[in-house]
């Protein structure tokens, strides 16, 4: 066994009843890291092309990263890996909380479930024993009820932590995500739906393993430095607040100049309000999309809407702030509302996505209204991102005669009409009436239901996009088609290089420009370098356990010095950069092995302005994504047409399985 990492995984087939462990060999570590680097690895090799993503032949595995536990800051991040039944691809989808140091208190690096179980069970794991257990009394409770028992069930286990799905995975919905913590999610890519279709209903882990690290004072020292630089800024907090940040948003709207984003900034937001705080400012400046991508933010959801949903109206409804394993910024918070409609006792606070997608994307402003259909999303377990496009699609037809009023069971449905959302939620969460037809996402709703509602349909590869919007930032739309997991936000963006900082991690990449125009920050050309860094810089993150807040906070977050104290490598900055490379570039051969090419993923054209705006900040603008998208896979060595990698580039990855496949 190395470093940092535990040494192995466990296999469990829910069909026979049986698991066994699997010894990883160093190697094997060394080329892809934990996370979804290790999970890409396995189920490039193990997942039969073609499999049913709902079916025994599909893996689904929880895993924890290379530096959880080790005292690196920021490393409380576990991944959920699968083929995707929502994109038909490469599937995984991250989150934080306590879970991914309690798999490897329990002596694992992950675990990997195949088969289906013939009743709901759940798996106990400890550092003595796994045990699959009958789930069959929690089968139809939602994820903080499931939670609650079987932590109540299991009291003997010390820090039992528990990972679990909701009603809508039991109901095998394809925008289902997997819940810890009382209602954290690993939202994306329908991980939720493949642990429902398993009937696999929770892990219970927990366990007294130590994580060895080669160089443990080495680490201290970095996270002593580290903690430091973050707590500089800290004075910024007592100028910062919701009017500050939505003068900031006009200002950018109005600018013809657009203005590098500071790290400092961005990590005392996160550290006041969390997420949340941008959403005004988000659809003031154009980031945000507006009416189902149809709209502006300062004409359809002006600052007087968007302020009753961000910042301070968000925030007097914390009851207590909360941090993820071993995050010295804590930008969560646990709500309890006593007033409006719908009281809440205790719930986590929505993230920015989240206020976007039920608000303005649907044009609520109702905070209360809001604060419910995150709480409902939690506990029935559905990605609030594809939940709030669903309800936005859904009022589109109904507004365009697409759908009728009886369609929806008689709900009022319209724009800015928040209670018929929350109606309309229940029944995507349990597949009653047009639940049943949504509860798939809007690319299979809009198969179903025909008529053109296709025009409405805003996704990617069949993922509902994020809320951001690519005119604003260009590079971010490139990532929605050119990344495995379509229509992701949280890997490659203009706004994230320039937060990060892409030179300090690889001397190669070219320095952020502090100003720009906004008619430069549009252009095609030269962009692909720093994506392609973006890109491979952000699969040693998420194959590390590592939160992306670590990285744009401000001072240079010390990811491969962590790496080599805790295993006690010596590799350089440009051979994780190339581990990077290895594992972005085996998620995409999974892909090509599927059949998905360049044009299967490509986004709605809403978001690139193919369907031109013509009012706002994007008026008239369109963005030639399809010239950056080529620009990477040139720069990431793989054909575009094909999308097959060169032989000589996975000859230098040592991506021997994939030459074979695709050279023989």
């Given at each position: 066994?190395?470093?940092?990492?535990?040494?192995?995984?466990?296999?469990?087939?829910?069909?026979?009843?049986?698991?066994?462990?699997?010894?990883?060999?160093?190697?094997?570590?060394?080329?892809?890291?934990?996370?979804?680097?290790?999970?890409?690895?396995?189920?490039?090799?193990?997942?039969?092309?073609?499999?049913?993503?709902?079916?025994?032949?599909?893996?689904?595995?929880?895993?924890?990263?290379?530096?959880?536990?080790?005292?690196?800051?920021?490393?409380?991040?576990?991944?959920?890996?699968?083929?995707?039944?929502?994109?038909?691809?490469?599937?995984?989808?991250?989150?934080?909380?306590?879970?991914?140091?309690?798999?490897?208190?329990?002596?694992?690096?992950?675990?990997?479930?195949?088969?289906?179980?013939?009743?709901?069970?759940?798996?106990?794991?400890?550092?003595?024993?796994?045990e699959l257990k009958d789930a069959s009394h929690v089968w139809g409770?939602?994820?903080?009820?499931?939670?609650?028992?079987?932590?109540?069930?299991?009291?003997?286990?010390?820090?039992?932590?528990?990972?679990?799905?909701?009603?809508?995975?039991?109901?095998?919905?394809?925008?289902?995500?997997?819940?810890?913590?009382?209602?954290?999610?690993?939202?994306?890519?329908?991980?939720?739906?493949?642990?429902?279709?398993?009937?696999?209903?929770?892990?219970?882990?927990?366990?007294?393993?130590?994580?060895?690290?080669?160089?443990?004072?080495?680490?201290?020292?970095?996270?002593?430095?580290?903690?430091?630089?973050?707590?500089?800024?800290?004075?910024?907090?007592?100028?910062?607040?919701?009017?500050?940040?939505?003068?900031?948003?006009?200002?950018?709207?109005?600018?013809?100049?657009?203005?590098?984003?500071?790290?400092?900034?961005?990590?005392?937001?996160?550290?006041?309000?969390?997420?949340?705080?941008?959403?005004?400012?988000?659809?003031?400046?154009?980031?945000?999309?507006?009416?189902?991508?149809?709209?502006?933010?300062?004409?359809?959801?002006?600052?007087?809407?968007?302020?009753?949903?961000?910042?301070?109206?968000?925030?007097?409804?914390?009851?207590?702030?909360?941090?993820?394993?071993?995050?010295?910024?804590?930008?969560?918070?646990?709500?309890?509302?006593?007033?409006?409609?719908?009281?809440?006792?205790?719930?986590?606070?929505?993230?920015?996505?989240?206020?976007?997608?039920?608000?303005?994307?649907?044009?609520?402003?109702?905070?209360?209204?809001?604060?419910?259909?995150?709480?409902?999303?939690?506990?029935?377990?559905?990605?609030?991102?594809?939940?709030?496009?669903?309800?936005?699609?859904?009022?589109?037809?109904?507004?365009?005669?697409?759908?009728?009023?009886?369609?929806?069971?008689?709900?009022?449905?319209?724009?800015?009409?928040?209670?018929?959302?929350?109606?309309?939620?229940?029944?995507?969460?349990?597949?009653?009436?047009?639940?049943?037809?949504?509860?798939?996402?809007?690319?299979?709703?809009?198969?179903?239901?025909?008529?053109?509602?296709?025009?409405?349909?805003?996704?990617?590869?069949?993922?509902?996009?994020?809320?951001?919007?690519?005119?604003?930032?260009?590079?971010?739309?490139?990532?929605?088609?050119?990344?495995?997991?379509?229509?992701?936000?949280?890997?490659?963006?203009?706004?994230?290089?320039?937060?990060?900082?892409?030179?300090?991690?690889?001397?190669?990449?070219?320095?952020?420009?502090?100003?720009?125009?906004?008619?430069?920050?549009?252009?095609?050309?030269?962009?692909?370098?720093?994506?392609?860094?973006?890109?491979?810089?952000?699969?040693?993150?998420?194959?590390?356990?590592?939160?992306?807040?670590?990285?744009?906070?401000?001072?240079?977050?010390?990811?491969?010095?962590?790496?080599?104290?805790?295993?006690?490598?010596?590799?350089?900055?440009?051979?994780?950069?190339?581990?990077?490379?290895?594992?972005?570039?085996?998620?995409?051969?999974?892909?090509?092995?599927?059949?998905?090419?360049?044009?299967?993923?490509?986004?709605?054209?809403?978001?690139?302005?193919?369907?031109?705006?013509?009012?706002?900040?994007?008026?008239?603008?369109?963005?030639?994504?399809?010239?950056?998208?080529?620009?990477?896979?040139?720069?990431?060595?793989?054909?575009?047409?094909?999308?097959?990698?060169?032989?000589?580039?996975?000859?230098?990855?040592?991506?021997?399985?994939?030459?074979?496949?695709?050279?023989g």
């Open positions: 066994m190395g470093k940092g990492y535990m040494g192995k995984i466990l296999w469990v087939d829910l069909g026979r009843g049986e698991m066994k462990d699997e010894v990883i060999p160093d190697e094997i570590y060394k080329k892809f890291l934990t996370g979804y680097g290790l999970g890409a690895k396995l189920l490039y090799d193990r997942v039969p092309p073609g499999a049913d993503p709902m079916g025994p032949d599909n893996i689904l595995g929880i895993l924890s990263g290379v530096l959880t536990g080790t005292g690196a800051l920021f490393s409380g991040r576990f991944e959920v890996v699968c083929k995707s039944p929502l994109t038909g691809g490469w599937g995984d989808a991250n989150c934080g909380g306590y879970l991914s140091p309690a798999i490897k208190r329990a002596g694992y690096d992950g675990v990997f479930f195949q088969g289906v179980s013939e009743k709901p069970v759940y798996l106990l794991l400890t550092d003595e024993k796994a409770k939602d994820t903080v009820d499931t939670e609650r028992l079987l932590k109540e069930e299991n009291a003997d286990v010390k820090r039992a932590q528990v990972a679990c799905v909701g009603p809508a995975a039991e109901n095998k919905s394809l925008i289902a995500g997997v819940s810890n913590d009382g209602g954290r999610f690993a939202a994306r890519s329908g991980v939720g739906a493949v642990m429902g279709s398993k009937r696999l209903k929770a892990i219970v882990v927990s366990g007294k393993a130590k994580v060895e690290s080669s160089d443990s004072e080495g680490i201290k020292k970095h996270s002593k430095d580290l903690g430091k630089s973050l707590n500089k800024a800290d004075f910024l907090q007592k100028v910062l607040s919701g009017t500050l940040v939505k003068i900031l948003g006009k200002v950018t709207r109005l600018n013809p100049v657009a203005m590098a984003n500071p790290g400092d900034f961005w990590c005392q937001n996160l550290k006041k309000y969390g997420t949340m705080g941008i959403t005004a400012m988000s659809a003031e400046t154009g980031d945000s999309p507006i009416k189902n991508w149809s709209g502006a933010g300062h004409i359809d959801f002006p600052l007087k809407r968007g302020t009753k949903i961000s910042d301070e109206s968000v925030l007097k409804y914390q009851a207590k702030g909360y941090g993820c394993f071993s995050c010295p910024v804590k930008c969560g918070g646990i709500m309890k509302v006593e007033d409006g409609p719908y009281p809440l006792e205790e719930s986590h606070k929505p993230e920015y996505e989240t206020l976007c997608a039920f608000g303005a994307l649907c044009l609520v402003d109702d905070v209360h209204a809001i604060l419910k259909l995150n709480d409902m999303c939690n506990r029935g377990g559905l990605d609030s991102i594809s939940a709030g496009g669903v309800v936005a699609f859904t009022i589109e037809c109904l507004e365009n005669g697409i759908l009728t009023k009886d369609d929806v069971g008689g709900l009022d449905l319209g724009w800015g009409k928040a209670e018929p959302m929350i109606d309309l939620l229940e029944m995507i969460i349990h597949r009653e009436g047009i639940g049943d037809v949504l509860a798939d996402g809007v690319k299979r709703a809009a198969e179903r239901i025909g008529k053109g509602s296709e025009k409405f349909a805003v996704h990617a590869g069949g993922q509902e996009l994020p809320m951001h919007d690519p005119k604003f930032d260009p590079p971010q739309g490139v990532a929605y088609e050119v990344e495995p997991t379509p229509g992701r936000h949280t890997i490659s963006s203009l706004v994230w290089q320039e937060l990060i900082q892409m030179n300090r991690y690889d001397k190669n990449a070219d320095k952020v420009k502090p100003m720009e125009t906004k008619k430069a920050r549009i252009r095609p050309h030269g962009r692909a370098k720093n994506q392609a860094v973006n890109s491979r810089l952000m699969q040693v993150v998420n194959s590390s356990g590592v939160c992306m807040f670590g990285l744009t906070c401000g001072p240079k977050y010390p990811l491969f010095e962590y790496l080599n104290a805790a295993t006690g490598w010596s590799l350089s900055d440009e051979d994780y950069m190339m581990t990077g490379e290895r594992i972005e570039t085996i998620r995409h051969a999974f892909n090509l092995r599927e059949g998905i090419r360049y044009k299967d993923t490509k986004m709605h054209r809403r978001a690139s302005g193919e369907e031109v705006m013509e009012k706002g900040p994007h008026k008239g603008v369109t963005i030639d994504a399809e010239t950056m998208a080529r620009e990477f896979y040139q720069e990431m060595g793989w054909d575009f047409e094909t999308g097959n990698p060169t032989r000589e580039r996975l000859e230098k990855l040592g991506l021997d399985e994939v030459i074979k496949d695709i050279y």
